[in-house]
């Protein structure tokens, strides 16, 4: 995942430094926002497994790692900064974060886009145009779609989530 590399790169440029960041919430509120969109995750999972609605899961995880409204304007200053050559390291831990945020949001799309093919499906099971076997027949390709939703969603997160543990481990040692 390139998401990881990016982050290794940032943590080892910010390791000598990352005693200064302790008091800054960026990293507080990046670490936040990746458990939720993991945690969003999982209960769209679990809500599919107890035969919830395709519809109901992606209305959860849409927007899982999208941190933008969070960081936007923080990080648009930050990239001033550095370009000035004035960054602080909160500065540079902001500026290292972007292309990390780009990438989880890519990881997230790749999962939504298969989610949005099982809703098309499961749309196409309440059509009344359809006799039986044609709902039928579209109950079986959604259930597919939704076991190949739970495979890429697994694959996505656990690389996510040791993403979140490295970097809570990097933030909290001494």
């Given at each position: 995942?390139p998401?990881?590399l990016a982050?290794?790169?940032?943590?080892?440029?910010?390791?000598?430094?990352?005693?200064?960041?302790?008091?800054?919430?960026?990293?507080?509120?990046?670490?936040?926002?990746?458990?939720?969109?993991v945690e969003a995750?999982?209960?769209?999972?679990?809500?599919?497994d107890?035969?919830?609605?395709?519809?109901?899961?992606?209305?959860?995880?849409?927007?899982?790692?999208?941190?933008?409204?969070?960081?936007?304007?923080d990080t648009?200053?930050?990239t001033?900064?550095?370009?000035?050559?004035?960054?602080?390291?909160?500065?540079?831990?902001?500026?290292?974060?972007?292309p990390?945020?780009?990438d989880?949001?890519?990881?997230?799309?790749?999962?939504?886009t298969?989610?949005?093919r099982?809703?098309?499906?499961e749309?196409?099971?309440?059509?009344?145009?359809r006799?039986?076997e044609?709902?039928?027949a579209?109950?079986?390709?959604?259930?597919?779609?939704?076991?190949?939703?739970?495979?890429l969603?697994?694959?996505?997160?656990?690389p996510?989530?040791?993403?979140?543990e490295?970097?809570?481990?990097?933030?909290?040692?001494?």
């Amino acid at each position: 995942m390139p998401a990881d590399l990016a982050l290794s790169a940032l943590l080892q440029d910010l390791a000598d430094v990352r005693h200064r960041l302790r008091g800054d919430s960026a990293p507080a509120t990046f670490l936040a926002r990746l458990r939720e969109g993991v945690e969003a995750w999982d209960t769209a999972i679990a809500g599919l497994d107890a035969g919830g609605d395709a519809a109901d899961a992606l209305d959860l995880v849409e927007r899982a790692f999208d941190m933008e409204p969070d960081f936007a304007e923080d990080t648009r200053l930050a990239t001033e900064m550095t370009q000035l050559g004035v960054a602080t390291p909160a500065h540079r831990f902001l500026v290292g974060l972007a292309p990390i945020r780009r990438d989880l949001v890519r990881a997230n799309q790749r999962v939504v886009t298969q989610l949005r093919r099982a809703v098309a499906l499961e749309r196409r099971t309440s059509s009344r145009w359809r006799g039986t076997e044609g709902r039928a027949a579209a109950l079986v390709d959604r259930d597919l779609q939704l076991e190949e939703v739970r495979v890429l969603a697994k694959t996505t997160l656990d690389p996510i989530v040791e993403l979140g543990e490295r970097f809570d481990t990097w933030r909290l040692a001494r």
